[in-house]
């Protein structure tokens, strides 16, 4: 199943990035099992998303996490794209967090996410290029960043599919230092990120208003320093009330597990566009 993701996944970012958008004619126009590629429309509206998580890492050991996050169009000169900024308080609780309560938080990782056109040099590519970094501001984690290439592919105006979109989305962390780097304060704290994360995105319409998307939130990752895979089923469920407000709940459970991720986790958003 991982090989046949990663060839699916592959097979379409490279079709996107040597797919050469004639001159006469939109880069919307390259197709994908149907699908018109539009990899270079960005929103112009901007959206505040409230999220909650609950996530169980086996045995009666829990957490949760409380994430606000932030799209808004970034347009300079001639280039076009989003930014995206994360906050984060969350709270750990069971026999591998001695001491603290459910109701006890404190702040978590915030990061910052840049993707749109590519460069002038590389105008034909019908990709989005981008990169995250990531800020420890709570009393631990790391400092990490690297960079992500993404593909959006939308249902012609006449087709007929159920698919909404298929938006695959490769992204690559590098951890390159730990606040608080000491076991003595922190025994618990995990090695340098190395990770890749994978995301086969798309979704199902099910009503003019609601759609079923799989793998949006949690994806499958990759870490290349120990050669392990984290393998989740992952499905959120959306529906718009109007132009301006909608809410999800979705539920991801982990199916291949070489290195601890968690077990399960229910999750929670609501977006505010404006």
């Keep these: ?30 197709t994908f099992f149907g699908l018109e ?3 270079n429309e960005y929103s112009k509206e901007s959206n505040v998303e409230v999220w909650n998580f609950y996530n169980n890492f086996g045995g009666n ?18 280039w076009k794209g989003m930014l995206r900024l994360d906050t984060n308080t969350t709270s750990a609780w ?10 006890e938080f404190s702040a978590g990782n915030s990061f910052i996410t840049v993707w749109g056109q590519p460069p002038a040099f590389l105008s034909k ?5 981008g990169a995250r970094l990531i800020f420890p501001f709570g009393n ?6 690297g960079p992500q290439i993404g ?6 105006a006449t087709s007929k599919t159920m698919l909404s979109d298929f938006s695959p989305l490769l992204r690559y962390l590098y951890g390159f230092d730990t606040k608080s780097n000491s076991f003595a304060n922190n025994p618990t704290q995990p090695a340098l990120m190395r990770t890749l994360q994978i995301y086969p995105t798309f979704g199902v319409q099910i009503t003019p208003a609601t759609q079923i998307r799989f793998w949006e939130q949690n994806g499958i990752l990759y870490n290349s320093a120990g050669g392990q895979w984290f393998v989740p089923l992952d499905a959120l469920v959306t529906h718009a009330v109007n132009k301006e407000f909608s809410f999800a709940l979705g539920a991801s459970k982990q199916l291949i597990q070489t290195f601890n991720n968690y077990n399960y986790s229910l999750y929670g958003r609501v977006v505010f566009q404006f």
């Excluded at 050991?61 to 001639?78: A, K, S």
């Design 61 to 78: 050991n829990n957490g949760e996490t409380i994430n606000l996050r932030l799209y808004t169009p970034l347009n300079v000169g001639d």
């Design 151 to 156: 593909s959006v592919y939308k249902p012609k």
């Design 1 to 30: 199943m991982i090989r046949t993701i990663l060839f699916v996944l592959s097979a379409m970012l490279a079709g996107s990035v040597f797919a050469q958008a004639d001159a006469d004619v939109p880069a919307s126009s390259s």
């Design 94 to 103: 069971g026999p591998a967090t001695p001491g603290q309560r459910a109701d």
């Design 140 to 145: 631990y984690g790391q400092w990490a960043a």
């Design 125 to 129: 590519m019908n990709v989005s290029l």
């Design 37 to 39: 590629n539009r990899s």
